[in-house]
């Protein structure tokens, strides 16, 4: 994190800061609005790729979990009801 | 006006029942080949190819020089754990946008916070899909009378996409608004 840091001086602690929070409301609102009972259904790689985007709301690893393609991981956490939050 | 759009925002616009707008508000859209190559779904190369087809959206020549600028941007922001992965075809958005003074049509939080941080790329403009459509507002391509009507707007894009914005985002931008209604 601070070699992070002193690579970027401009990345301020209140911006991080920032972020965190950002992140966590993010990450609740994920949580919240998600099928659950559609996402335990789902194969191993599938319920993987799916819990690790509500955790981080990154598609394109969920989708490289998942072994999709972006556009194609869009539809299947559209029919998991989990929203991207930006 | 001239936007340069990722994936993700072409992905998701397209499922917009107002999609058609996009062409209204910007003269011309830059699209780099590898972002066309990440899109799937019908609807969204539908969409993308019907705006090729209008001339709208543009495939970007890209140059050695910019893939340059591309490298030494990956190996800036590759490793804070932080910013959301970022993938090649969105980090060349942003070099387009960025030597192109092009409007970034993004919905990548990873792309949103380099730009919130980044000394070069921080001159970039980022608009998410709630800032295109507060941009329609003012242009007149959507008749709101209201902060409220404009707030139904939005919930008809959060409804079509399944996306949600944040609560600091939907406060600016519904000020923004309700200012400009007063004016």
Known sequence: MSAWRALHPSLTEELVREWEREDEEFRELRRRSADWKFIEEQPPHIRAALLYFIERGDRYVAAKIAGLTVDEFDELRRRANIPVVV | ?183
Request: some cysteine; proline content about 3%.
């Open chain 2, 1 to 183: 006006m001239l936007g340069v759009v990722d994936a993700c925002f072409l992905i998701d616009w397209s499922r917009y029942r107002r999609r058609e707008l996009l062409a209204s508000l910007f003269e011309a859209i830059l699209v780099h080949e590898e972002v066309l190559a990440q899109l799937r779904s019908p609807s969204a190369i539908d969409f993308a190819s019907r705006l090729l087809a209008r001339g709208v959206l543009r495939l970007y020549p890209w140059s050695t020089a910019e893939e340059e600028l591309y490298i030494q941007l990956r190996d800036e922001v590759a490793l804070d754990p932080r910013i959301p992965s970022l993938e090649r075809p969105d980090l060349l958005c942003l070099v387009i946008a960025h030597r192109t003074g092009a409007t970034l049509l993004t919905e990548n939080l990873g792309v949103l916070r380099v730009v919130q941080f980044h000394p070069a790329y921080s001159r970039v403009t980022a608009w998410t899909a709630l800032e295109v459509l507060e941009q329609l507002v003012y242009r007149g391509l959507v008749e709101v009378g209201s902060a409220e009507e404009f707030l139904n707007i939005i919930s008809e894009y959060c409804e079509d996409t399944k996306h949600v914005f944040s609560s600091k985002r939907m406060k600016d931008v519904v000020e923004r608004v309700r200012a400009w209604l007063g004016r």
